[in-house]
């Protein structure tokens, strides 16, 4: 096998870009799998006949797959090289992708992104391994940032792609796209691309990798069953109680390997850093109100407003672009400005868009949303270089791929518990918000009848045969309206969620340590 160096010698210099752009395109492919479901969500949910308890995991669980193999990553590669993992990465989610798109029924569907978030997981970091391996030194930041930019183009272009082809063929097609490119990428690495020299691979954390796939997926579906519809007991469920002491169970076994095993998974020591520690917590919680709160706005626009789903994709687009643009930004002013200074604004700019969010109404215009997303979008993109930049810059170069790794546990983890958690929390405020208005109603009062008697002349105007079927309809519709509107205030309340949380997430930057920047 060749070695970097010779590599880098021996092959000509457009040998590096034509790696680095079938990098850039399986990871387009990965990231835009993350997005391109949210505005295909409510038609997938009508056709398989999915509730939204449900239907929720066909985005947590294609992250918490991703996140549990993202671990193992680094040691299949040493096992088994660079090469031959990335082709066996995108030829597990190529299938993936293609037994989604045949899915028929909404478990078969949550299965198959299971599956198909594990090719993603692998995908991703060794995506970034051969980019630094192919290209030198010097070149390695202008090659990860070209890169980065696959990542903020899915972000804009994914919710718009999927609204697209859901209007106009199925939302089958939103999987179905990534098999042909999956098949056109596995041939050209297997034919092109060469191999790279690794390191000897350890012995594998194999308790530290079961334990740690059990605990988060347990402890969120018995969250997610507590408001289930075949779930009468609640949080007293047989079901729900024994997910939740086998997590617990879980994540105490977890911890015990990780803290006694030579080679563990996961190096919990690192948290002894504590830039790394607080740095990872902020993506955290950043994560849980970010993912959570993000997935129920194409949600709200194609419920309530009438949007179509391509509609409600087109508003993300500025997002990603806004973030390329946000993010080299952010990374220089950084070398001048203390980096918590910018990490707190990126955090309040987050925390803005979703109290902007809370304000929703029947009412809202495409320019409100469209103003809270940018908002957002440039929130993201001047958070991330900074944080990421604080939380390793501690870290010894031995252990650089560990906490990196680490880092983007963390933020799919938290993605993963922000979907399942507000799932859960827009049950029980739209519940709670349909009982405070219906009781705020006086059904025998002068009002009532005055606004039925309104609206069944309407109805009776419009073609309505009998004037019993024109008061059935009336009564019809104000029960129609006042779901819609508790529907709202409990996506509302999330989004208050999602910026109190983010608010939240400012109070450990206060703890992170700086190093002194040398004045000239």
Request: glycine share 8%; with cysteine; hydrophobic share 50%.
């Amino acid at each position: 096998m060749d070695s970097p160096a010779a590599l880098t010698q021996s092959t000509a210099a457009g040998y590096k870009w034509i790696t680095l752009i079938n990098v850039m395109i399986t990871t387009f492919m990965v990231v835009l799998d993350s997005t391109v479901v949210n505005t295909a969500l409510p038609v997938i949910m009508g056709t398989l006949g999915a509730s939204m308890n449900t239907a929720q995991w066909i985005l947590s669980g294609y992250m918490l797959s991703m996140a549990t193999i993202l671990s193992t990553t680094g040691w299949l590669s040493n096992r088994f090289g660079f090469k031959n993992i990335y082709i066996l990465s995108i030829a597990i989610f190529s299938f993936g992708s293609m037994m989604c798109a045949s899915s028929t029924s909404i478990g078969e569907l949550i299965f198959w992104r299971i599956i198909e978030g594990v090719g993603g997981g692998m995908l991703m970091p060794v995506g970034m391994s051969i980019v630094t391996t192919t290209f030198t030194l010097k070149e390695r930041g202008m090659a990860l940032g070209f890169w980065s930019i696959a990542t903020a183009a899915s972000v804009s272009f994914g919710p718009m792609i999927g609204g697209y082809l859901v209007d106009n063929f199925n939302w089958n097609y939103i999987f179905y796209i990534n098999v042909p490119i999956g098949i056109f990428t596995i041939i050209f690495t297997f034919i092109l691309m060469k191999h790279y020299d690794t390191q000897k691979a350890l012995k594998f954390d194999l308790g530290g990798f079961i334990t740690s796939a059990i605990f988060l997926p347990v402890f969120l579906y018995g969250l997610s069953e507590v408001n289930s519809s075949t779930n009468p007991e609640g949080w007293s469920s047989v079901t729900v109680m024994a997910c939740m002491w086998i997590s617990g169970v879980s994540f105490i076994l977890f911890l015990y390997f990780e803290t006694t095993v030579k080679t563990p998974l996961i190096d919990l020591r690192l948290f002894r850093n504590r830039n790394f520690s607080f740095s990872n917590f902020v993506i955290f919680i950043f994560a849980v109100g970010m993912f959570g709160s993000t997935f129920l706005i194409p949600l709200y626009m194609q419920d309530t407003l009438g949007y179509s789903a391509f509609q409600a994709g087109l508003v993300f687009l500025p997002v990603g672009l806004i973030q390329a643009v946000a993010s080299p930004s952010s990374t220089h002013i950084i070398k001048y400005i203390d980096a918590r200074i910018v990490i707190i604004l990126g955090l309040s700019m987050l925390a803005g868009s979703f109290f902007l969010n809370y304000q929703f109404t029947l009412q809202t215009d495409h320019h409100y949303i469209l103003m809270s997303l940018i908002l957002r979008g440039v929130g993201m993109g001047i958070l991330f270089p900074p944080l990421l930049s604080v939380s390793l810059e501690q870290i010894s170069p031995q252990d650089m791929a560990q906490a990196s790794s680490i880092s983007n546990i963390t933020r799919q983890l938290g993605g993963s518990v922000g979907v399942c958690y507000f799932t859960y929390m827009l049950s029980i405020r739209k519940h709670f918000h349909g009982q405070i208005y219906s009781e705020t109603i006086d059904y025998t009062g002068e009002t009532y009848r005055n606004i039925t008697h309104r609206l069944a002349d309407f109805f009776s105007s419009v073609g309505s045969d009998t004037a019993a079927n024109a008061a059935s309809q009336a009564k019809s519709y104000l029960t129609s309206w006042l779901t819609t509107e508790a529907y709202i205030s409990g996506l509302n309340d999330n989004f208050l969620i999602g910026g109190i949380i983010t608010v939240i997430a400012i109070i450990p930057v206060f703890f992170i340590s700086m190093k002194k920047k040398k004045t000239t």
